[in-house]
Structure formats: structure tokens, C-alpha cells
Nanobody, 115 residues
Framework: QVQLVESGGGLVQPGGSLRLSCATSGSIFRAMGWYRQAPGKQRELVAVVSIGGSTNYVDSVKGRFTCSRDDAKSTVYLQMNNLKPEDTAVYYC???????????WGQGTQVTVSS
């Protein structure tokens, strides 16, 4: 069983920045990334970084968010810049294992963008 522990959420003003971290109990994963879910909306994939380092982002965060991973620390990050009120959501990190492609989730961290 892989454990994921998220940190870094909080309240920030529009235009501000936050950095989310997700530390895992595992080692190397096929993919690591972040989903988010806003009130009344479906969970959406925000960003993912593959084992090779390639990244993909939802269009609404391109140019503002950067997803990265440190395999030595088994940690995935989400650097969020120029935050907007519409980025307000609970952010969940996830990982997908190499052999079985099983998916594990973090507990979620609240990000609120408001003046």
C-alpha cells in the first residue's frame, strides 16, 4: 500500500503563488500528478509528469502551473503561479505504479484564491 501525504495548500490572493508537495512511501512511479475538484464540479486532471519527465496540463493552467517530480525523494510538486479565483478547489495528488498501473491518492489539500 502506497501512502501519499500532501502539503502546501492555503488561502492566497489572486495573482499569488502556492507550491503543493506530495510525499509518497513508494519509490518510482509510472506517473505522478494532480487532480482538483471545485464545489459542484467534477474532479479534473490538472497536471501529470511521467517517469520520463514529460508533462501535460489542462489548458486552463498552462503557462501558470508547473508539475515536477523528485524520484530520489519520491515526491511530486505543483508550483502554481498567477493564481485565479477559478483555481479554488481541493487538490489531490496521485501516483500510478510501474508494474500494475495501480493508482493511489492523497488526502486532498484545499487551495482558496480570494481577495
Amino acid at each position: 500500500q502506497v501512502q501519499l501525504v500532501e502539503s502546501g495548500g492555503g488561502l492566497v490572493q489572486p495573482g499569488g503563488s502556492l507550491r503543493l508537495s506530495c510525499a509518497t512511501s513508494g519509490s518510482i512511479f509510472r506517473a505522478m500528478g494532480w487532480y482538483r475538484q471545485a464545489p459542484g464540479k467534477q474532479r479534473e486532471l490538472v497536471a501529470v509528469v511521467s517517469i520520463g519527465g514529460s508533462t501535460n496540463y489542462v489548458d486552463s493552467v498552462k503557462g501558470r502551473f508547473t508539475c515536477s517530480r523528485d524520484d530520489a525523494k519520491s515526491t511530486v510538486y505543483l508550483q502554481m503561479n498567477n493564481l485565479k479565483p477559478e483555481d479554488t478547489a481541493v487538490y489531490y495528488c496521485y501516483v500510478r505504479t510501474v508494474l500494475s498501473s495501480a493508482t493511489y491518492w492523497g488526502q486532498g489539500t484545499q487551495v482558496t484564491v480570494s481577495s
